[in-house]
Each structure stands twice: as C-alpha cells, then as structure tokens.
C-alpha cells in the first residue's frame, strides 16, 4: 500500500521509526505547512514533497493519506482525501465533535473507502493476549475494569525540552488545547470496546484543575478551560462496566485491573507492546476470601521486539496502517476501521464533554465484533 504523510510533526518520528517493520507499506510523499519540514523529510527518505493537499490527493500514486495533523484539522484534511477517493488513516481524534465524526463515516462508507482512527495499541502483543486470557475466561466472568490514563503533572515538566528525533518539539500548546481526554482515552478506549463489545452509556465528568496561565504562561490556550482531568464509567452492552480515568495531573498511571469471578488479571503499563500480564487469584482462609499478593504471569502469544526510537512509550505505530494494507490485499474491512473507530472517538468525546454535570450519555453508535490478530 502506498502512504503519504500530511503532517510532519511531532508524531511523524513514531510512524517513521516503525514503518520499517512493514514492508507492506511504502512512504510515497510528504506534506506540511511548515514547508521545510516537509522538504527535510523527503530530502532524507528520497520521496515526493507536496505543495499542496489538492497536489497530494491528486497523486494516483497514492493508496492512502496518513493524516498527522493538529487535530482540530483532522475532520477537514481527512474529509477533502476521501473525497478525492483515498484511504484515510488518521492520528486520534478522527474529529473533534460527533457529527463530524459521524460525517467522515458515512462519506467513507458511501465511497467505499476505509477510515480509521489512531490509536492502534489494541493491536498489540498485550492487549491480544488479554483478549486472548479473557475468551479463554481465566479469571472467570469478568465484572468490572479498572483504567487508569494518568500522566503526571506535566505542566511541571519541562516539556519544551521534548523534542522528535528529527529535532521537531511537542506540540504543547495543541495538547493543552485540544486535551488529554481526547489525546489519550483512545488508549483503553480501543482495547475495551474490543474485549467486552460496544458501549451503550456512558456516566462522566471532566474539569479543568490546571489554570491555563499556568500550562503555558508565555501564550493564550484557545480555549483555556479544556478538561485535564476525567473519569468515566462505561457500560457495556455485555454487562462489563469500567471505570477509565484520564489526567495531566494523577501520578503516572497507566495500569489496568480486569477484575473477575476468579481474581484479577491486569498489566502496569498500556504503552508497551509487550507488558507483562500478571493474574492474582483469589484465595480462600478460613470464613475470609482475599487475594493473593502472588503475582502468575499470563505468556504472551508472542515476542515483542524493542522499536528504534526515544519516547515514553514502546509502541509500533504502524502497525494499524499496515493492518488496513493487509485488509485491502484481503478484501475486507481493516479491524480498526469504520463504526469501531467512530464508536471510540463518539466515546472520547462524550467523556470531555461531560464536563461537572455528569449526565449519562447514550451511545448512538455501535459496530460489528472485531476478529483477533492471525497469531493470537
């Protein structure tokens, strides 16, 4: 399948870095508004630099457009490549409200087209060999799920110090604005919808607690007040509640405790591919039933080779991608594709918008089940 990149910020490194690891895939061209991003990029790689969208999705060359974009530029980017007949594999948001979310489905769906919306670590080694634990009812009937999206307070840190391996920084003022609900809900989002099916309502509430002045003091966040916090609880329409928190401002946290019949079975740490999965059971002494301090490991279905770049997370960002070429080669929808993205992103909005009124929100979306990967 042949890729083009629209966006080489920040994220472009993480794609870059993993896109190696799929030579099903093949990097066509490139384009940014920062034109010698762009330049720089295609400079190195020896392909094609854009100067336009019309230019890029005029290209026959081109199979699919990798939206990287700033997100609130998702919808419109996104909507203009499926017009003109391509593929669309877009960073997370798909877009920022739920008809607009709702319009890229349907455009796609009418064009016979697949669009799909990051992120993709439900593909992964760990998350496959839960959902592989789960089918397999390890830990029993499941009841509830604990998430946790925790990321620290990171207007401490020094985060105009981060910077990609092509030397492009964080785009800090996009991720205050645009918020960490939105940027990283999709997380857990995706791997619970896959393990436990489609969500029918959801009971949230978000703040801001960070005053704006204070993440950035040198600019004005536009808007100032988007939640930095969330917590949701999530009904699923097979009886599994979870409960997923999401923060700039918890300790990091990224662990997660499906909780069932017969113990607990959970991981530290959903950024990794390959996280240990760990089961406790319970145990039962005298009239007392508690859970073991012991911790068994669960295998994972396969080894997870260590991906080239620096970062906070271990993650194959290509992954998705080249499951959509696999889908095209195949003749089928791509796992990620269509009403499952649309599902989550419908989800992730709905919790940033729950803000402190906590008014249960029905679904209005729903998607067919997911089939796992090959090797798992």
């Known amino acids: ?46 392909i094609r630099q854009y100067n336009t969208l019309e230019e890029m999705v005029s290209d026959t060359e081109v199979d699919t457009i ?14 203009i490549a499926l017009q003109a007949g391509k593929h669309v594999y877009s960073e997370k948001p798909l877009a920022m409200t739920i008809p607009e979310a709702k319009e890229l489905a349907e455009l796609a769906k009418d064009k016979g087209l697949q669009l799909i919306s990051a992120p993709c670590s439900c593909l992964s080694e760990t998350a496959q060999t839960l959902w592989k634990a789960l089918r397999e009812n390890v830990v029993g009937p499941v009841r509830l799920v604990y998430a946790e999206m925790d990321d620290g307070l990171v207007h401490k840190m020094p985060y105009d110090q981060w910077v990609s391996g092509e030397g492009i920084p964080w785009p800090s003022q996009d991720e205050f604005e645009v918020g960490c609900t939105l940027e990283h809900a999709g997380y857990y989002l995706t791997w619970l919808t896959m393990f436990f099916g489609p969500a029918i309502s959801v009971t949230a509430f978000s703040s801001c607690l960070i005053p704006a002045e204070e993440k950035r003091p040198d600019v004005t966040l536009v808007p100032g007040d988007t939640p930095d916090f969330s917590v949701a609880c999530i009904k699923f329409a097979s009886g599994v509640v979870a409960r997923l928190t999401c923060s700039i401002v918890a300790p990091h946290d ?117 089939t796992p990967m090959p090797w798992a």
Request: glycine share 8%.
């Open 1 to 46: 399948m042949r890729i083009a990149i629209l966006g080489c910020g920040y994220v472009s490194d993480y794609y870059l870095k993993t896109l190696p690891l799929h030579p099903q895939l093949t990097l066509v061209g490139c384009l940014d508004q920062q034109s010698e991003r762009a330049q720089r990029l295609a400079q190195r790689l020896g």
């Open 66 to 79: 990798l939206n990287l974009t700033n997100p609130r530029a998702h919808y419109h980017l996104s909507k």
């Open 254 to 370: 990224h662990s997660l405790r499906i909780i069932g019949d017969g113990g607990v079975m959970g991981i530290e740490d959903c950024w990794y591919y390959g996280d240990p999965i760990y089961i406790q059971r319970l145990v039962k002494i005298r009239r007392r039933v508690l859970m073991s301090p012991l911790k068994q490991k669960y295998p994972l279905v396969r080894k997870v080779r260590r991906f080239n770049y620096r970062g906070a997370q271990q993650m194959d960002f290509c992954r998705g991608v080249a499951e959509l070429a696999t889908a095209l080669q195949e003749g089928r929808p791509s796992r990620l594709a269509g009403d499952f993205s649309l599902h989550n992103n419908e989800l992730a909005i709905a919790i940033q918008q729950a803000l402190e009124i906590g008014t249960p929100y029905l679904l209005t979306t729903r998607f067919d089940p997911m």
